[in-house]
């Protein structure tokens, strides 16, 4: 069993729920950074914090950037980091325990994919996670959105092939676009949780 870091207890604050997937991931978890790629207004970012966690959140949207900086100030929250990089042109690395990027890579050019990734990769810590949602070019669906990028049957799971996948699925799910709320629509997605055990001595 994992024992995660102490919480405490801090204001209620008004954002959407997280993902299934990042509060199934939490259990697993033990004390350490996680990096939310692609963070949004926040839902993750901020869930992961209140449960103890110093958090580094990035995206470009501003106006969703600045909302998140708001609500942090407005609870005096501590522990979690916001920054504004275009993934599309940055590089990174450092030693996270997990690296999220739920629902955030279909928004990126194709051509940056493979080294996302393995960015992510490597500025994961021996024994972290990667969680990966991301929508799916599905032959025997129409998408009823067109997205800049998304995986084909097979690729995702591919990148991981030498960490240990807890779980790897490609499933149909309702998906609520952020410009409409209030229209659910049925998207086919690869979700991915690896960790970073390799099965061969790399």
Known sequence: MTTGPKVEALPPIDVAAPHPEVVALVP???????????????????????????????????????????????????????????LNHH???????AILAVDTLMYLEPSVIAQ?????????????????VCPMRDEQQTSPVEFPFSF??????????????VHYHEKLATWTPPTSPTEPISLRFATLLAQKISIKEL
């Open 91 to 97: 590089r990174f690395n450092g030693q996270y325990h």
């Open 28 to 86: 697993r978890l033990v004390e350490g950074e996680i990096l939310d790629l692609g963070c949004g207004s926040g839902r993750h970012a901020l869930y992961l914090q209140q449960q103890g966690f110093p958090v580094t959140a990035w995206d470009n949207d501003l106006q969703a950037v600045q909302h998140l900086t708001q609500l942090c100030a407005q609870a005096a929250l501590k522990g979690l980091t916001v920054a504004t990089p275009d």
């Open 152 to 165: 084909s049957s097979g690729e995702l799971s591919h990148y991981y092939r030498r960490w240990h996948i």
């Open 116 to 132: 996302l990734i393995a960015d992510m990769q490597a500025a994961t810590l021996k024994g972290g996670y990667n969680l990966i």
